[in-house]
């Protein structure tokens, strides 16, 4: 079975009059490649309103099931300041194929399990920050703009850890499954920004959680592969046995062919083949 894998569409940033959507783009390339399943890793848009329309749109047009995890933009609430992150959160769950959900059997033998997860600091530097500094969410006069558009009801070491458990829960009933795993945020510290670019020993802050992979390394025996988003890399690692995958499209100013949507999402869009009898 093919599985196409991509996160971090931004259609909202990314979509242009006189341009093929993004979504549309998706929609092609998961026909012409032959993809049986998608599994989009999450930021969709900064709305959740406009990423559930979107994924019932990407479902239609590609004629396969779309495979979902909220990504940190898609519980942005910059449309509507006074609601907080568990309100979008709640409302991403009427898209039936969000894996907040419930995992998603494929046959009698896989399974794909996955949820948002969130950032605990631990991928920064805390050799050169404190947490209070972490806390902040600001360097340099740049902010990370999950502080302002982001609001859950306790701390993100609290939110990385709910998830981490919620994973874990269920990565315990389908140890005898093999695993897709899914979360928006990355699980490893290879999949984090050099920390020799600008700034990024601060901000890989934000990018995930040590958790997601000591999970990971708990279960390797059962998890193929791990698919990751929101570093806008397109990347592949092996931890300990488990393909980490990180295939995101990332914003248009960051494409190589910024002028051709097809072309960037064909480019961008990763697909595993599995062996659902094994
Ligand atoms: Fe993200």
Redesign the pocket.
């Known amino acids: 079975m093919k599985i196409g894998i991509l996160?971090?569409l931004h259609v909202d940033k990314n979509n242009a009059p006189g341009q093929m959507s993004v979504q549309e783009a998706l929609a092609r390339s998961a026909r012409e490649r032959e993809a049986e399943l998608l599994i989009v890793a999450?930021?969709v848009s900064d709305d959740h309103r406009v990423t559930l329309r979107v994924l019932e749109e990407i479902e239609r047009k590609a004629g396969v099931p779309c495979l979902f995890v909220p990504?940190?933009?898609d519980l942005w609430n910059v449309a509507r300041p006074d609601e907080d992150a568990w309100t979008a959160y709640e409302a991403l769950l009427q898209f039936r194929h969000n894996l907040a959900s419930a995992p998603y059997l494929l046959g009698d033998r896989w399974v794909v399990i996955g949820d948002a997860g969130w950032f605990d600091f631990s991928f920064g530097n805390a050799d050169r920050y404190a947490e209070a500094d972490f806390l902040q969410m600001e360097l340099g006069g740049r902010m990370w703009k999950d502080k302002r558009y982001v609001r859950w009801d306790r701390s993100p070491a609290d939110m990385a850890r709910y998830f981490r458990d919620k994973l874990e829960t269920q990565l315990a009933a389908y140890e005898d499954r093999h695993i897709i795993f899914v979360t928006?945020?990355v699980p490893d510290a290879s999949l984090t920004i050099p920390e020799s670019r600008k700034d990024w020993d601060y901000f890989n802050a934000f990018l995930g959680s040590r958790l997601y992979g000591d999970l990971i390394r708990e279960y390797g025996h059962s998890i193929p592969c791990a698919i990751s988003?929101?570093?806008h890399y397109r990347k592949q690692v092996s931890l300990n046995g488990t393909e980490l995958i990180s295939s995101c499209l990332g914003y248009r100013r960051e494409w190589r062919h910024s002028q051709d949507t097809y072309r960037e999402v064909s480019r961008a869009l990763g697909v595993i083949d599995i062996d659902v009898a094994i």
């Open positions: 996160s971090d999450g930021d990504g940190n933009h928006h945020v988003g929101h570093v």
